[in-house]
């Protein structure tokens, strides 16, 4: 399957743990956005990433969220002492050269949910 | 300010009737237009884009969309819906700023039997 790979698909956490959400690109693209998706809203976007670098986090939460996408490995958003606000649907895009004009390909999500 | 803008929340529909999703944006600068859909438990998959060209739009599943530079509009239709055509659809818009894809609230598209 050469799509966008997220994992876990659903993941539990009580409060003030942390949560990891995994997500490997379409082959050949080098390109990865985070975007975060609550009932009944849209998706909202998190984060753009290139490989070793974050192009555009203007829609991180300040504090507890962070976002990698090393040279070697999947990208990782990691949310730090989570709390009951961030349960949400998370999903991961990946495009082949970051323009405008190129079309998000998106994983299945990742499900988060704070107990 | 809202970039994309979808109308109708909900639109319930039957088997075999037409439809329109209707989408809007707000922008006085060349955009690309994107719709998505998305089924229940799993991400969303592009239907159709309108990057240049044409403004008439074919995608998947028997879907196209129109592209109307002085409305701001790309509603996206299909003459004749299926049950399997039930499910979540997202209009996109990118070039506003940066790289960003800014997505509508969705349309849920319910088709009656």
């Known amino acids: 399957n050469a799509g966008v790979m997220q994992n876990p698909r659903h993941l539990v956490r009580r409060r003030g743990q942390e949560a990891r959400l995994r997500c490997s690109p379409m082959?050949?693209?080098?390109?990865v956005y985070w975007y975060r998706q609550l009932p009944e809203e849209g998706l909202k976007f998190m984060v753009y990433l290139q490989k070793e670098n974050i192009i555009d986090e203007s829609g991180m939460p300040k504090e507890r969220f962070s976002a990698e996408f090393p040279k070697e490995g999947p990208s990782i958003l990691r949310i730090q002492q989570v709390v009951r606000g961030d349960s949400a649907a998370y999903f991961c895009a990946s495009s082949l050269t970051g323009g405008e004009d190129s079309p998000l390909h998106f994983g299945n999500g990742t499900r988060l949910t704070v107990t | 300010a809202q970039s994309v803008t979808q109308l109708d929340s909900q639109v319930p529909v039957f088997e075999e009737a037409p439809v329109e999703l209707r989408c809007n944006y707000s922008s006085s600068v060349s955009v690309y237009l994107f719709w998505y859909v998305q089924y229940p438990n799993q991400g969303l998959q592009l239907l159709l884009k309108y990057l240049s060209g044409s403004t008439l739009v074919k995608g998947i599943n028997g879907f196209e969309a129109e592209f109307n530079k002085s409305q701001t509009s790309f509603h996206l239709r299909k003459p004749s819906v299926h049950i399997s055509d039930t499910a979540e659809y997202f209009c996109?818009?990118?070039?506003?700023?940066?790289?960003?894809?800014?997505f509508g609230t969705g349309t849920s598209l319910t088709v009656i039997p």
């Open positions: 082959k050949g693209h080098s390109h």
């Open positions: 996109a818009v990118s070039g506003l700023t940066g790289n960003q894809f800014y």
